[in-house]
């Protein structure tokens, strides 16, 4: 018998892959879908409170991506 943490990985990597599968066509990636997400779903942040975000994420590289093709603003 597994640990859940075996089941928990497994379930992830499994997610991950269907997501990434579903994604490529729009040129996201799951994580870059979940920074989108963050950001849109987020009316009331800030720039700072994106930039906060990014610093304390795995997402942060995501969003780095983006605000070169004006995706997010920061400092507003």
């Not at 579903?22 to 800030?46: D, F, I, K, P, Y």
Request: overall charge neutral.
């Amino acid at each position: 018998m597994q640990l859940i943490g075996y089941w928990l990985n497994r379930t992830d990597k499994a997610l991950m892959g269907a997501m990434n599968g579903m994604l490529v066509e729009s040129g996201l990636t799951r994580t870059a879908w979940q920074a989108r997400n963050v950001v849109r779903g987020s009316a009331e942040a800030t720039g700072a409170d994106v930039d906060t975000f990014r610093e304390r994420s795995t997402a942060g590289l995501e969003l780095n991506e983006l605000r070169p093709a004006g995706g997010v603003v920061s400092g507003v």
